[in-house]
């Protein structure tokens, strides 16, 4: 049982340069979600999706587009990656219930502007 | 605007000893709880959740206490084990929203 797998583990790319974050997860989950990671900011949302075809913007959304065309995928990218955007990138998902139920997440991405 | 804030970025204990995390929030919005571990090089994994209704939720050496009218909840770990040591976040979510606003998290060190 993979969980949520993310692609790739690491990137370094240049500043105006565009790449895709690739999450997958074989859970049946309805739920997806995309976080960053950074030294005293914790995990802040990007954009969620609570279903194939939605997606919605979370905390800090500028400078990045997702898309939700499979319940499986969840895809995160950068148009014009900027030295801002270094960053550990956490994906996850998670199953409809009454109460809230965990997230799931992937093991991160690493990603490098420069 | 950080609305779930852990203001102690780290802490260092004793193995057998009580660990303390601490967790508030502003928004009083928020209705349910839950609490991460993380290692490095891996995500998050969940320990345990709360909801407003409860005052204190138990599970095993995990114990998680919510205080609504302080916007405060905290996490207890006791005894704490050298396996114990890393960084803990504490996550906030309104029911119905599925939006998690998580913390800035507490690295712990459980010392042998």
């Known amino acids: 049982n993979a969980g949520v797998t993310q692609t790739p583990k690491f990137r370094v790319l240049k500043t105006g340069q565009s790449m895709t974050l690739l999450c997958a997860q074989d859970?049946?989950?309805?739920?997806m979600y995309w976080y960053r990671q950074d030294p005293g900011m914790g995990l802040r949302l990007i954009h969620y999706?609570?279903?194939?075809?939605?997606?919605a913007k979370g905390e800090v959304p500028d400078g990045y587009n997702v898309s939700r065309l499979k319940k499986q995928n969840f895809l995160l990218g950068l148009e014009s990656a900027a030295p801002s955007q270094t960053s550990v990138y956490f994906c996850a998902s998670s199953y409809p219930t009454n109460l809230p139920s965990p997230l799931h997440f992937g093991n991160g991405t690493r990603l490098t502007v420069t | 605007d950080q609305q779930v804030k852990q203001n102690s970025p780290s802490l260092s204990v004793q193995e057998g000893r009580i660990s303390i995390l601490n967790c508030d929030y502003t928004?009083?919005?928020?209705?349910?709880f839950l609490w991460y571990k993380k290692y490095p090089a891996e995500g998050p994994t969940f320990l345990i959740s709360i909801s407003s209704i409860k005052d204190k939720n138990e599970d095993g050496r995990f114990t998680v206490f919510l205080n609504k009218s302080a916007k405060h909840l905290s996490l207890h770990i006791v005894p704490s084990q050298p396996g114990d040591s890393a960084v803990y976040f504490c996550?906030?979510?309104?029911?119905?929203?599925?939006?998690?606003?998580f913390g800035t998290g507490t690295r712990l060190k459980v010392l042998a």
């Open positions: 996550a906030a979510t309104r029911i119905g929203t599925y939006k998690y606003i």
């Open positions: 999706s609570v279903g194939e075809g939605t997606t």
């Open positions: 928004n009083s919005m928020f209705d349910y």
């Open positions: 859970m049946n989950h309805e739920y």
